[in-house]
């Protein structure tokens, strides 16, 4: 006769290493096949918030470069790209 398996060891097994309640119970095929995608998922979950994440990086990094180094004309603060200190005053063009 096979000795009985606890309920709750299977579960707070698999609360540690996914699978690992299904290997506790002799079915270990499942149980490594469930770490694995587990796993997989995880790293796959990870990557997606890294990439959303650095999109918004690249942003802030843009938006910082810009505000520290562009020049900005002194009476509207318009980013200047022609190398001309200030804008020309309003009806002078």
């Not at 694995?36 to 690249?58: K, N, P, S």
Request: hydrophobic fraction near 45%; proline fraction near 4%.
């Amino acid at each position: 006769m096979a000795e009985e398996k606890s309920e709750v060891l299977a579960i707070v097994l698999s609360l540690i290493i996914p699978g690992a309640g299904q290997m506790y119970c002799g079915k270990i095929g499942r149980g490594v096949g469930i770490l694995i995608v587990t796993i997989v998922l995880l790293i796959v979950f990870v990557g997606v918030i890294v990439y959303i994440w650095q999109i918004y990086d690249a942003y802030k990094c843009a938006k910082e470069y810009n505000r520290t180094h562009a020049m900005r004309c002194p009476r509207c603060g318009k980013s200047r790209s022609d190398g001309r200190v200030a804008c020309p005053p309003a009806g002078s063009r």
